[in-house]
């Protein structure tokens, strides 16, 4: 298994008010949790953060944006650029219930594509796909170019959108709160409930 798992920890966390991927679900930190389940998938791990201190004790190889406040765009392309192997899977600091059966499945896709992104309902879920390390010098001209967009960066490669009917007939039955994502107080609180629940009824 060559699989490098990328964390992006970069961001500001200004709509949550403190750093979310330090906030703690099941007596864990997201972040924590997050590299718990990439750990079964991947045989490498990054974390792309721009404060490094805050994410040592996880004992993990780090890096910082090479385009700074750029935003999501800038962290893909520093882990990509870090990373030693062709397929990746990208995940933010902010979605406590990832799916590693979507991982996988994501993974898969990249034999015949160079990124695998969900889109559940409409929505696109750009940070929680996989993409191919030769994707790293499309997401280099976007920076330069200034376009910041990850919708715009899939259209300039060989991007595979996976909607939610085609991951169900591939026997994959997602959940909302496999993409869920905490961006504000109110959203961790709900995703406390999310976690009280799935610890009373396991699947
Ligand atoms: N490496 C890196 N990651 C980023 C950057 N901006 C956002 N992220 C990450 O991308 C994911 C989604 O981030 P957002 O929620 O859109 O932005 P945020 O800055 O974390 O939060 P807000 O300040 O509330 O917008 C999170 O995992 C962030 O840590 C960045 O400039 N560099």
């Known amino acids: 298994m060559s699989i490098t798992g990328i964390i992006l920890a970069g ?9 979310k991927a330090l906030l703690q679900i099941g007596g864990k930190t997201v972040i924590e949790r997050i590299a718990n389940q990439l750990a079964s998938m991947s045989s490498e791990m990054i974390i792309v953060a721009n ?8 004992g993990l190889p780090m890096v910082s944006d090479q385009w700074k406040e750029k935003g999501p765009l800038a ?4 882990g990509l650029t870090a990373s ?51 994707t790293k010098e499309a997401a280099e001209q976007a920076l330069r170019d200034n376009r910041l967009r990850i919708r715009e960066f899939l259209h300039d ?16 039955l997602y959940e909302q709160a496999h993409f869920f994502n905490m961006n504000l107080p109110d959203e961790y609180q ?3 409930k999310m976690a009280a629940e799935k610890g009373k009824h396991p699947k």
Request: glycine share 8%; with cysteine; hydrophobic share 40%.
């Open 51 to 58: 404060n490094q201190e805050e994410y040592q004790f996880l």
């Open 190 to 192: 709900m995703a406390l």
């Open 84 to 134: 030693n192997t062709l397929k990746n899977l990208i995940v933010a600091c902010d979605m406590p219930f990832i799916s590693t059966e979507l991982g996988k499945i994501l993974l898969k896709k990249l034999d015949t594509h160079q990124a695998a992104v969900p889109e559940i309902e409409g929505r696109l879920h750009p940070l929680y796909a996989a993409y191919r390390k030769d």
């Open 75 to 78: 962290g893909i392309h520093a």
């Open 11 to 19: 961001g500001h966390s200004s709509r949550m008010g403190e750093n």
């Open 157 to 172: 490669i060989n991007a595979s959108i996976m909607k939610g009917d085609e991951l169900k007939r591939m026997g994959f």
